[in-house]
Each structure stands twice: as structure tokens, then as C-alpha cells.
């Protein structure tokens, strides 16, 4: 088999350069894919070429090279490479950032932008390229978050600063405290906060400090227009007296305080966050909270954008971190108390119940529907959405009816709700928060706030008239039924009525938002609980392969309503004849319903407890990683959600029982490791300079003055403390398969690894070697969780001891997200040598994570840890020499153990290789 053009440059580059093949193997299996065949050739030629130039300035040039190959036109490409060429000839330093921070730009394809970054480079290249990092970091940092919409006036504000009259010192805070402070300031007000940053820094560049000590303070709680005017208070002040300005801007002054207390009315999310969570608790009955909009995962991010963005998924509501939209502050609280009272309808009314099947089912009773699309990891509502030939209308078309179907169960059962929300809706079509005037604007009013349709003179046109016969439509739907689905059957109705006004005028709606830009998070709509929907997939596979239909969400309320229990009776009950009518109307056929196939339903889900559907949010923080998709060949941004928690610490002697029982062995491999430690202090001769004479060689500079030869002038000794710096976070698998029990042994797989623990320890205390200890299990992408058992600056106590004698079978191994949670942990040790070491029973598994996929995904998290200088082993218990492990861990990293006592000699080989 032919290796691909990947495989060849790094082979390749392994011969110009074995550390930076080795450094950029990960990023070169990544980008792979998405490049041409043809375009290798020229990544090989400018890869030798920066080599020869500089190997630090090399990795970046190539990443750079490797982000743009396949996704930018050739001349932009180009313009990267005369521009990297060109900064070459004035050094390494300028290349390497060049070649770091302007493949972003040139990527996000706006040649005013990229000709503004290289004039403000221009002006800051005048004091010295030492001020070019970290600015341009910050505006790479802009970009990959898409918080592009400051990035004209942080542009300004270098450039202001940069051609002011600056020393040394000055120039080099500044380039250090200006992106600092751009990247602090949230990015909806991102642009005004860096203007008046950039008003001070033109008054005087002493008050830039003072000014942000003053946003720290509090400052940052002011609106625009406050700002603005605070900004400008302390201007004058400074001008009549220069200590009175300074101290009014940082807040340090009782006047700054007054007045900025006096201009604030915006409110933070922090000051109502616990009342909402109250308030939401106590209606819906689960622990739902709220969060700020910046707090939702990238890759969802997208879905809402505006300067009052709200919106919910389906464990959370989202909503501004800061709201100061009226002139006084309780109106900014009652604001952020209503949105949520609105958003919590999305949970209490079932939005998120929303069953692909039975919307589809309906609509296939009114008329045939377009090919349905296949699940694809899409959720059920967009799935819906895709049956139309433009999706974002039906999202748009659906949106108006959930929020009307809402508004409608809110007005029958919290009438005092809406006859407060109706007076701010008004308010804001009467401020223009509805931009576009179109018939989704006009179709919102008439369906959710309930103002009759006319243009902007109030007279009836035949828009109103049409708008008033859909709305007759949807009255009619939801007078008799108020599921979810509803809405999904008037959007099928409608639609091509619609979407035939829209097509010539209105770009189908694309500039439409709703007051507040309230959206709808279909994108993130995840499970309550992976558990529970995994029987439901179960059943629904045993119902259907016996030739009956059953829907997902008719399981999903009846599992809940039984306290997280389902008997065959239930599903009985729910089943019904593809010819039939599930709801209430079944037919004959239904009398007889299938054998469920042994499964055995009544214990399904015993062991599901509540607190686990809505964790909370205390229970440990939370992270999102990509996922490497082989069948796409792409990563899956921010797609495994890892919670990292503390295991529980619970009585017991396992520890001291494994050292009673295994003494020999502990004996031995601590005599074993006493061999790695370090001798001491290492004596080092004949230096110009030192700690003390070296007397052999006073003895030879005697002898040489007699003797009349010129003596050397090396008469000292040094005395050098050799010192180990290793650091070692070992990572076990929990899951449930480690219950297993071991061939030929009493033990099972955990047993194995935690006496394996036992010995790390003991081997890991004799050398002193910083390290710490982690598990592993979980269910889905959503469910992964990371237990830290010791953490590196833990020492190792009792308690820690306890920890390990805790560990149990849990759930599944999703070990991609894993691996990647513990590099990020060891990214922030400084340690020489960083060695991640894997202690499991074999190859991943879990919900849609298997076989090929699971070890691809697997093998990349591995190679991204190496990537950044971290060396991953592993150990396996339980399991006969596989040629796959290669696949996953790659050749010669990693050993088999199925008894502990062979845990020694391995132990040393592979440790002392590493570390000595």
C-alpha cells in the first residue's frame, strides 16, 4: 500500500528535523484530509526552506501552511508565503510571528482586515517586534471566536498607542496590558469599552492603568452612554488636577465611587443569578439553571447571536451576562426576571419533547412528505427542519409558533406573567428591535403578542389578509391540541404559502430576530439522561423488529411518570400497528402485541436516580473537547462533554492491605527505583569561575608558572545538586468492564489496576517524582466524567490513600475525551518530562463510539499529547496481545500485564527509558 502524501512529508520532514516532525505529527494527521494531493509538494519545499532558517520559526510556519492548504484561494495562500518570505529577511523572531498569528487572518478572508493588521504592525514594528506577540494573539484569539465585530477599534487602539512617544518600559506594558484588557472586556461590549480605552490612552498613557483598575472595580457594570460620561468626568478632572483624575478613575476616590454608583443601572447576571434559579426550581420542579450566553459551547454558539441574546437548550436557559437596556436598574432586574419566566416555558411545555416521528407521522396525513432526512447525530427538531427545501425558514416559521403556543399555556396558567411580558414586547417593536419589517416580523406580532396584522400606515393590505388566514390556521391547531408537535404540523401547512411570498424580497427571513433575539438552541438538544435513553432505544428496536411502531416520547414522559420505571404492560399500552392510530384509536391488531424479546424491562432502569437527569451544577465542572470523526475526516468541535469531579473519600483498608499482602514485592520495587534517584551533588572541574578552588588545579598553576608556560586560569569546581523534573499523571479505566475478572485469577481487572496503583505509589514516593492519579468512565459524548483521585500537589496521605480503595466499575470508556482532559491538566505543569500513563483493559467503547471510530479518535488524542511534549504509555490488563493496540497507542508504547507481579520489570523499563 502506498503511503498517503501526509505519511511521506512527515517521513520526510523526519529526516530534515526528527523533533518537529514529532512536534507537528498531530496538526499533520489533522489537516490531512482537508488538503489536495498537489498542494504537499509545496508544503515540503517551504517546510525545508524554514528549516534552514530557524526550526522554532519552521513549526509555525508550517501549521500555518497547513491551515490554510485546502481552505483559501492560491493567491491568498500565496500573499502568506511572500509575506512569511519577506519577514525572514529580517529574522527569525519576526517570521516565527508572522508564521504564527497571520495564517488566521489571511483564513478569515478580509483583505481590508489583513491590509489594517499589517499597517498596525507597521506602526508597532517602530518600537521593536517585542511588542508584536501578544497583541496579535489576542486578535487570532478574536477571530477563531468569531468576535470579530471590535476588532477595527482594538486595531485603532494599538495604533494610537504605538505612535505615542513611549519609552522602552512603556511600550513593552502596553503591549502586554492592552490585548490583556481587550480580551477581559465581554464581547458584546467589547467595541465601546475599548473606544473610551483608547480616549483615555489619547489623554494620557498614565491613565490607562487607573482607568482599568477602575472597570475591575466596576466600571464595567456601566452602559455605553455611562461610560461615556464617567470617561469623561474623570478627563476633566485629570486636566484640573492630575492625582484627583487618577483617583476618580480607578475608583479609589469616594467622588469615583459616587458617581459611577449614580450611572449604573446595568445589572449583571451574578447579582439575579440565584433568584432565578429559585424561581425556576420551584416552578418547573427540576434543577434548571440559568447561564451566561458566553458559557455555551462553541460549536451551538453560533445558532443565536445579538446584543440581547437569550435562548435554551435543553438542560439550561441562556441569557445576557448583563443587561442595562432601561435607565434605571430595577427595570434591567424585572427585565432579566422575565426573560427567564418566558424561556422556562421552552422546559414546562415540552419544547424540547419534540418527537421527529410523530411530527411526521401527522403531516403524513395531510399530504405526502419530502424524503426524510436520516438522524445523522441531527436532533428531532432539525431533523423536521430539513424536510424543506430552506431549513432556516421552517427554524424561523416553527420558532413564531412555539413562542405563540407558549405565550397561549402561559396566559391560562400564569396570566400575571404575560400581562407583565406584553408591555415589553410592545416596547420593543415600538424601538425597532424588529429590524427587518417582512412577514415573519408581522406574522410574530399577530401569532405571539396578538396585534393584528397591517403595514406600517395601520391600514389592512393583502399581506394582512394573508397573514390573518394562517393565523386562523394555527388557532384552529392548537384549540385542540397544545403538544409541540402541533407547531410542526401549521409549519408544514404553511410553508410553501410562505416561502412563495418571501422568495424575491426577503431572502426567506435571514435578517429577521424576534424581540430579544430570543432563539432556540435545536442544536444542543441533548437527552435527560443517557441512560434512559438508551433503553428507549432498546425498546423501541424490540418493538419495531417485531413489526409494531412506538414513539420515543411517549417512552420517554411514561418513564418518568413511573419514577424512572417501565413495565411491558406500559409498553403494551403505547405500542401500536403501522396502520394505526397511536393516539387513543388502535387497531385490532394491537391485541396481541410482540414477545419483547427477552429483555428484561422491569429492572431496565432500577438503578437511574433522579439527581442524575438534572446533575447539578456543583457536582463538578465542566469541559468540552473536540472528537476526531474518521468517516468526515474532521474534528467535531466541542462534541464530548467531560465533568471533572473528586472521588469520593470512604472508609477503608485496601491500601494497607495490599502493602500487608504484596510486602516482597513493595520491598523490591522500592529497592529497584532507590536506583533511579539522582547521587546528589554532581562535582564539575576546571571553570573560570565557581564554588570553590579546585586544588589540582592550583597544584598545575604552580607547576606551569615554574616551569614557564602560560597556566590556565580554570581553578575552580562547581558543585551541581542533580534534581529530577518529572512529572506523572496516571489515568485508569473505570469502567464497567473492569469488573471483569482476570484469566486464571480471582481478581478482577480493577482489583488489578488498583493494586498496580498501590506500587505506583510506593515506586513514585521512593524517587520523589511529582505525579498524580485520575479515573475515567462515563455514557455518551455528554456523560464523560474524569475523577481525580490525587492531584500533583496531593501528597500522599491516608485520605488519598482511602480514595483509591474507593474506585469502582462505573459506566462506559470514551477514552478519546478522557486523554485529552488529562493533557490539558499536564499542559499546566512545567516539569522537563511529562508522562501520561494509561492503566486499562483494552479498547474504548461507548455510545457511538466504537470499533473503528473509537480507536481513531482514540490514536488522535494520543498523538495530540505528544504533540505537545507529552509522553503517553499504557498498560492493559486482561488481554491477549492485539495488533490493534498499535493502532491505538502506536508501536512499542504499550505493555501487557495480567498479574500484578509483572508489574515491576515492566514498570522500570518503561519509566526508566523516560526519566533517567
Known amino acids: 500500500m502506498n503511503p498517503s502524501p501526509s505519511d511521506r512529508f512527515i517521513e520526510k520532514l523526519t529526516i530534515a528535523d526528527p523533533d518537529s516532525a514529532e512536534f507537528l505529527a498531530g496538526d499533520i494527521h489533522g489537516h490531512a484530509p482537508d488538503i489536495p494531493d498537489d498542494d504537499w509538494e509545496h508544503i515540503q519545499e517551504e517546510a525545508l526552506w524554514s528549516l534552514s532558517v530557524e526550526p522554532s520559526f519552521a513549526r509555525e510556519y508550517i501549521r500555518g501552511l497547513l491551515l490554510l492548504a485546502g481552505r483559501v484561494p492560491d493567491h491568498r495562500n500565496r500573499r502568506y508565503m511572500d509575506m512569511i518570505h519577506e519577514a ?27 491590509d489594517d493588521v499589517l499597517r498596525t504592525i507597521g506602526i508597532m514594528l517602530g518600537k521593536g517586534s517585542y511588542t ?21 477599534a482594538y486595531l485603532d487602539l494599538l495604533k494610537t498607542a504605538f505612535s505615542l512617544d513611549l519609552t522602552y518600559n512603556q511600550s513593552q506594558h502596553l503591549a502586554s496590558t492592552l490585548p490583556r484588557a481587550a480580551g477581559t472586556f465581554p464581547s458584546e461590549n467589547r467595541l465601546w469599552q475599548t473606544w473610551e480605552l483608547e480616549r483615555v490612552l489619547k489623554e494620557d498613557v498614565r491613565l490607562v492603568d487607573p482607568f482599568l483598575e477602575g472597570m475591575e472595580n466596576g466600571l464595567k457594570m456601566l452602559s455605553k452612554k455611562a461610560l461615556h460620561r464617567f470617561v469623561e468626568q474623570g478627563i476633566d478632572l485629570h486636566r484640573k488636577k492630575r492625582d484627583r483624575g487618577i483617583q476618580f478613575l480607578s475608583l479609589n476616590s469616594r467622588e469615583g465611587r459616587t458617581a459611577c454608583a449614580s450611572l449604573q443601572v446595568t445589572v449583571s447576571l451574578g447579582d439575579v443569578q440565584q ?99 436520516p438522524p445523522d447525530g441531527l436532533s428531532d427538531l432539525d431533523r423536521f427542519f430539513r424536510i424543506f427545501p430552506v431549513p432556516g425558514l421552517a427554524k424561523r416559521l416553527f420558532l413564531i409558533s412555539e413562542h405563540g403556543r407558549q405565550c397561549r399555556l402561559l396566559a391560562a396558567r400564569y396570566p400575571g406573567v404575560m400581562r407583565r411580558a406584553m408591555p415589553l414586547f410592545r416596547r420593543e417593536l415600538q424601538h425597532g428591535s424588529i429590524e427587518v419589517e417582512n412577514v415573519l416580523s408581522r406574522l410574530y406580532r399577530r401569532l405571539v403578542i396578538g396585534v393584528e396584522s397591517a403595514d406600517r400606515d395601520g391600514t389592512p393590505d393583502a399581506m394582512a389578509i394573508r397573514i390573518e388566514r394562517w393565523a386562523d390556521r394555527f388557532e384552529n391547531s392548537v384549540a385542540t391540541d397544545f403538544k409541540v408537535e402541533t407547531c410542526a404540523v401549521w409549519v408544514f401547512i404553511v410553508y410553501s404559502e410562505i416561502a412563495a411570498v418571501m422568495r424575491d424580497t426577503d431572502n426567506f427571513g ?78 385490532d391488531s394491537q391485541q396481541h402485541p410482540p414477545r419483547l424479546a427477552g429483555l428484561d424491562l422491569a429492572d431496565l432502569l432500577v438503578s437511574i436516580d433522579s439527581t442524575q437527569i438534572y446533575p447539578d451544577d456543583g457536582e463538578g465542572q465542566v469541559h468540552w473537547y473536540r472528537e476526531w ?46 536506583l533511579l534517584k539522582p547521587e546528589g551533588l554532581k562535582i564539575l572541574r576546571q571553570w573560570t569561575e565557581g564554588d570553590a578552588f579546585d586544588y589540582r588545579a592550583l597544584l598545575d598553576y604552580v607547576m606551569d608558572r615554574r616551569a614557564g608556560r602560560m597556566p590556565s586560569d580554570r581553578l575552580y569546581i562547581k558543585r551541581l545538586k542533580e534534581e529530577r523534573d518529572i512529572a506523572v499523571l496516571i489515568l485508569v ?64 496521605d491516608p485520605a488519598m490513600r482511602r480514595k483509591i480503595g474507593a474506585m469502582t466499575p462505573q459506566r462506559s470508556t470514551r477514552m478519546g475525551a478522557a486523554i485529552r482532559h488529562a493533557t490539558a491538566q499536564m499542559d499546566r505543569v512545567p516539569s522537563r518530562v511529562r508522562l501520561l ?53 502506536g508501536n512499542h508504547h504499550h505493555n501487557v500485564i495480567s498479574d500484578v507481579r509483572e508489574l515491576p520489570d515492566r514498570l522500570l523499563r518503561v519509566y526508566s527509558a523516560l526519566t533517567r
Not at 135 to 148: R, Y
Not at 540 to 553: D, L, Q, T
Not at 561 to 587: A, C, N, V, Y
Open 837 to 889: 500513563l494509561l492503566l486499562g483493559d483494552g479498547f474504548p467503547n461507548d455510545l457511538d463510539y466504537k470499533q473503528h471510530y473509537a480507536i481513531a479518535d482514540t490514536r488522535k488524542a494520543v498523538l495530540e499529547a505528544r504533540s505537545r511534549n507529552i509522553h503517553v504509555k499504557a498498560m492493559t490488563v486482561n488481554i491477549a496481545a492485539d495488533p490493534k493496540l498499535d493502532d491505538l497507542y
Open 132 to 152: 508584536l506577540n501578544a497583541p496579535l494573539l489576542i486578535l487570532s484569539t478574536f477571530l477563531t471566536k468569531a468576535e470579530t465585530s471590535a476588532i477595527p
Open 88 to 114: 525572514a529577511s529580517q529574522g527569525p523572531t519576526l517570521a516565527r510571528i508572522y508564521a504564527t498569528h497571520l495564517a488566521t487572518v489571511i483564513r478569515y478572508g478580509d483583505s481590508r482586515l489583513l
Open 510 to 587: 435571514q435578517g429577521w430576530k424576534p424581540p430579544f433575539n430570543r432563539g432556540l438552541l435545536t442544536g444542543s438538544v441533548v437527552p435527560t439522561h443517557p441512560k434512559v435513553e438508551e433503553a428507549v432505544t432498546r425498546i423501541k428496536a424490540v418493538v419495531e423488529k417485531n413489526g409494531y411502531r412506538i414513539y420515543r416520547s411517549d417512552l420517554r414522559n411514561r418513564i418518568q411518570q413511573r419514577e424512572l420505571r417501565i413495565t411491558p404492560e406500559d409498553i403494551q399500552e403505547l405500542m401500536f400497528h403501522p396502520t394505526g392510530t397511536p393516539e387513543g384509536k388502535h387497531s
Open 629 to 674: 470523526n474518521n468517516t468526515i475526516g474532521d474534528y467535531l468541535q466541542d462534541h464530548a462533554r467531560v465533568r471533572d469531579r473528586h472521588i469520593g473519600d470512604t472508609e477503608n483498608d485496601f491500601y494497607d492491605d495490599i502493602l500487608d499482602r504484596r510486602k516482597n514485592l513493595v520491598r523490591g520495587i522500592r529497592q529497584v527505583f532507590e
Open 275 to 373: 433568584q432565578i434559579n429559585k424561581y425556576l426550581r420551584a416552578r418547573t420542579g427540576r434543577p434548571i439553571t440559568v447561564a451566561p450566553i458566553s458559557s455555551l459551547p462553541g460549536a451551538f454558539r453560533k445558532e443565536i447571536s445579538g446584543s440581547v441574546t437569550v435562548g435554551s437548550d435543553s438542560r439550561r436557559i441562556y441569557l445576557p451576562a448583563e443587561i442595562g437596556r432601561f435607565p434605571d436598574k430595577s427595570q434591567n432586574v424585572q427585565l432579566f426576571m422575565m426573560l427567564a419566566k418566558l424561556e422556562a416555558g421552552c422546559h414546562e411545555f415540552g419544547t424540547f419533547e419534540f418527537d421527529f416521528d410523530k411530527a411526521v407521522d401527522r403531516c403524513r396525513a395531510i399530504r405526502p412528505v419530502p424524503e426524510v432526512p
Open 733 to 796: 479505566d473505570m469502567s464497567r468492564s473492569t469488573a471483569n475478572q482476570v484469566a486464571g485469577t480471582d481478581a478482577t481487572v480493577l482489583d488489578v489496576e488498583k493494586e498496580s496503583l498501590v506500587l505506583f505509589c510506593e515506586a513514585l514516593a521512593v524517587l520523589g517524582d511529582t505525579f498524580a492519579i485520575a479515573g475515567f468512565s462515563g455514557t455518551g459524548r455528554l456523560g464523560v466524567d474524569y475523577y481525580r483521585i490525587k492531584d500533583f500537589d496531593d501528597p500522599l
